[in-house]
């Protein structure tokens, strides 16, 4: 009887493990008939083990299309032992800093806009700086476009449609077809008059959306245009290596 007992109790511990796996790589959100069909599970078995996680604020339903995502007990979780995003892609702007003579910036998605989170000036006397902590739009900028890139069309129309103020959502999603084949999303001086900007978006272990983006002031645009191009994809190559 004991022994039954254990094997009944790992057999349930492992297909809450492979559910968690499940909803962890869909970050976007999945259904539970989705779960179901992922992992081969019946349908009522999915459903009662996420209700128990949910109880436990394990995983919850998403605001932006109703699917389940991970909860804040298991984002806690995973933040006792994440890395430090900032500390970790330091490097590599200061390295696009360096090899470009623009200015870097880290920034991530939420659904109000892209955050700075870190910046490196160039090292030009005409450059652009922004206070870290700053929320740029996710529409007419380049570290914007390059994050709604990594998203389904449904879900980056839903975001859209929520910025303020109102963004021109049709023309936004026309862009990303081109940015998902190049990995690179570009801003003509479309946020700030006389500035043009060049992103590119990687996702973290977490399935957080970040994006590495250089201003620059358009005397220079043309000419240091392909040098940045460069720099930014190589850039994302070495966080992507980072993130495994």
Not at 132 to 158: H, I, K, Q, Y
Not at 195 to 212: C, E, K, M, N, P
């Amino acid at each position: 009887m004991e022994s039954y007992a254990k094997t009944s109790g790992v057999k349930v511990l492992r297909r809450a493990a492979a559910i968690l796996r499940v909803i962890r790589d869909a970050p976007d959100g999945m259904s539970l008939g989705q779960i179901a069909l992922k992992i081969g599970l019946p349908r009522s078995t999915v459903q009662r083990i996420v209700k128990a996680f949910q109880d436990e604020r394990l995983v919850t339903w998403s605001t932006i299309n109703g699917g389940i995502v991970l909860g804040p007990e298991m984002r806690a979780l995973a933040e006792a032992s994440r890395y430090d995003i900032i500390s970790d892609c330091r490097i590599v702007l200061q390295e696009i800093a360096e090899a470009t003579g623009e200015t870097a910036d880290l920034s991530v998605l939420r659904a109000e806009g892209m955050i700075l989170l870190d910046q490196v000036a160039g090292t030009h006397r005409l450059r652009t700086v922004t206070p870290v902590g700053e929320v740029f739009p996710l529409c007419s900028t380049a570290n914007g476009r390059a994050s709604l890139a990594l998203l389904e069309d449904a879900v980056a129309r839903d975001l859209l449609s929520r910025q303020r103020p109102p963004c021109p959502v049709a023309r936004e999603l026309s862009l990303l077809p081109e940015i998902r084949k190049t990995g690179l999303a570009y801003d003509i001086d479309e946020h700030t008059e006389g500035v043009r900007g060049i992103g590119t978006a990687f996702r973290d272990s977490h399935g957080d959306i970040y994006a590495l983006s250089v201003p620059i002031p358009r005397s220079r645009f043309d000419a240091r245009r392909m040098s940045v191009e460069y720099s930014l994809l190589r850039a994302r190559d070495t966080v992507e290596c980072l993130m495994v």
